[in-house]
């Protein structure tokens, strides 16, 4: 049986970001699955056209809920990778033991975790604004660039604007600094694995550092990289192969589909 890979989107984007995720490891032999969020599903172009009804009222644990549904009807626990929020339903996904190992990039941190970086905590409070109560947030090109994909030139940001983005719930950032964010970093767990680019202005690399430091059973494995020269858009933009590359070799490195892979208890 081959392993499973579950790819885990997140905010602003949907599965068409997986697009090149999805031919690269089936062509390493997984079945690769890259569902979308609720209020996700489609061209992105017509999502930012037509905005889903209730889109601002998406919340975390609805997200959390129908990927754990999607993984429970799976034959055995899949591998799970996870962009953004998507990282951090992956380290999520791991605490509560239904993930063969975990890929958490460009990750929302758990436990309210922040950082000081400005452009951070600008981003974090553009979207978390409780004056625009249950409002959408509406991704435009301008930020998009900005801050998303801040190492691409106009014509290649403009591209990826195009190709990929999706307006998104408040609700789902604001519930990243909840109590549907809390997970016990203390317990064994699976191989999980931290990727940062160096130039994050979303998740900065610090952060995610941060994060991979908090994780404290010293018989589990946690480790991190870091590229240099990478936005939060690090799995689209121009050298993506050379991060998916590195993950399929540390899935390699873990044993994945061996006799000597061993979960943690």
């Given at each position: 049986?081959?392993?499973?890979?579950?790819?885990?989107?997140?905010?602003?984007?949907?599965?068409?970001?997986?697009?090149?995720?999805?031919?690269?490891?089936?062509?390493?032999?997984?079945?690769?699955?890259?569902?979308?969020?609720?209020?996700?599903?489609?061209?992105?172009?017509?999502?930012?056209?037509?905005?889903?009804?209730?889109?601002?009222?998406?919340?975390?644990?609805?997200?959390?809920?129908?990927?754990?549904?999607?993984?429970?009807?799976?034959?055995?626990?899949?591998?799970?990778?996870?962009?953004?929020?998507?990282?951090?339903?992956?380290?999520?996904?791991?605490?509560?033991?239904?993930?063969?190992?975990?890929?958490?990039?460009?990750?929302?941190?758990?436990?309210?975790?922040?950082?000081?970086?400005?452009?951070?905590v600008k981003n974090?409070?553009?979207?978390?604004?409780?004056?625009?109560?249950?409002?959408?947030?509406?991704?435009?090109?301008?930020?998009?660039?900005?801050?998303?994909?801040?190492?691409?030139?106009?014509?290649?940001a403009k591209l990826?604007?195009?190709?990929?983005?999706?307006?998104?719930?408040?609700?789902?950032?604001r519930d990243c600094?909840?109590?549907?964010?809390?997970?016990?970093?203390?317990?064994?767990?699976?191989?999980?694995?931290?990727?940062?680019?160096?130039?994050?202005?979303?998740?900065?690399?610090?952060?995610?550092?941060?994060?991979?430091?908090?994780?404290?059973?010293?018989?589990?494995?946690?480790?991190?990289?870091?590229?240099?020269?990478?936005?939060?858009?690090?799995?689209?933009?121009?050298?993506?192969?050379?991060?998916?590359?590195?993950?399929?070799?540390?899935?390699?490195?873990?044993?994945?589909?061996?006799?000597?892979?061993?979960?943690?208890?």
């Open positions: 049986m081959k392993n499973t890979i579950v790819l885990i989107h997140g905010m602003f984007q949907n599965p068409k970001s997986w697009k090149n995720w999805i031919a690269f490891f089936e062509s390493k032999g997984y079945e690769v699955i890259a569902p979308a969020w609720p209020l996700h599903e489609g061209e992105p172009s017509v999502l930012r056209e037509q905005v889903p009804l209730g889109l601002g009222d998406l919340e975390l644990d609805t997200i959390i809920t129908s990927i754990e549904t999607l993984i429970y009807k799976l034959p055995e626990k899949p591998i799970v990778i996870g962009h953004s929020v998507g990282g951090l339903i992956v380290q999520l996904l791991v605490n509560r033991g239904l993930a063969k190992l975990g890929v958490a990039i460009s990750s929302v941190a758990p436990n309210g975790m922040v950082t000081f970086d400005w452009s951070f974090a409070a553009t979207i978390a604004n409780p004056l625009k109560g249950d409002e959408p947030i509406y991704m435009d090109e301008e930020t998009f660039q900005g801050a998303f994909a801040n190492t691409l030139s106009e014509a290649e990826a604007f195009d190709e990929t983005a999706t307006h998104d719930s408040r609700n789902v950032f600094m909840g109590s549907s964010a809390q997970l016990d970093v203390e317990l064994p767990h699976v191989p999980l694995l931290f990727i940062a680019g160096e130039q994050d202005k979303i998740c900065p690399a610090d952060l995610n550092e941060k994060n991979a430091k908090a994780y404290t059973d010293v018989a589990s494995v946690t480790e991190i990289q870091e590229f240099p020269n990478r936005s939060h858009f690090i799995c689209n933009e121009p050298g993506w192969e050379e991060v998916a590359t590195y993950i399929n070799n540390w899935l390699d490195a873990q044993g994945v589909g061996t006799n000597d892979y061993i979960t943690a208890s």
